[in-house]
């Protein structure tokens, strides 16, 4: 059973830094592309960063570009999203997501090219 945990989220001021972590579990995670999305009250999940299964290619949201960095740690079964220049606008519930591929078929921001999703952390940016 494949098993993905989020952690790293919280409070932070506007212009702050977090750097998120997601923990997996039950396979090869050497073998799959992983992503991030988020999803604030009321808004629709949206793709924040993607990253193939070596980590040679990453994508970015455009309102992220620049602020976001992912990267990946195979020997640890981990994917990051460091996140600086945090904005208020940034706050939402983030989710860690695992595909079953080492890249994507369509398009990283689909929501369907994953087919795990850990349980998410807040990230909260107080202006």
């Known amino acids: 059973q494949v098993q993905l945990v989020e952690s790293g989220g919280g409070l932070v001021q506007a212009g702050g830094s977090l750097r998120l972590s997601c923990a997996t579990s039950?396979?090869?995670?050497?073998?799959?592309?992983m992503g991030w999305f988020r999803q604030a009250p009321g808004k629709e999940r949206e793709a924040v960063a993607a990253?193939?299964?070596?980590?040679?290619?990453?994508y970015y949201a455009d309102s992220v570009k620049g602020r976001f960095t992912i990267s990946r740690d195979n020997a640890k079964n981990t994917v990051y999203l460091q996140m600086k220049t945090l904005k208020p606008e940034d706050t939402a519930n983030y989710y860690c997501?695992?595909?079953?591929?080492?890249?994507?078929?369509?398009?990283?921001?689909?929501?369907?090219?994953?087919?795990?999703w850990g349980q998410g952390t807040q990230v909260t940016v107080s202006s």
């Open positions: 990253i193939t299964y070596n980590g040679g290619r990453t």
């Open positions: 039950g396979r090869t995670f050497g073998n799959y592309a």
């Open positions: 997501a695992a595909t079953s591929r080492a890249t994507f078929r369509s398009s990283y921001s689909y929501p369907n090219e994953y087919d795990y």
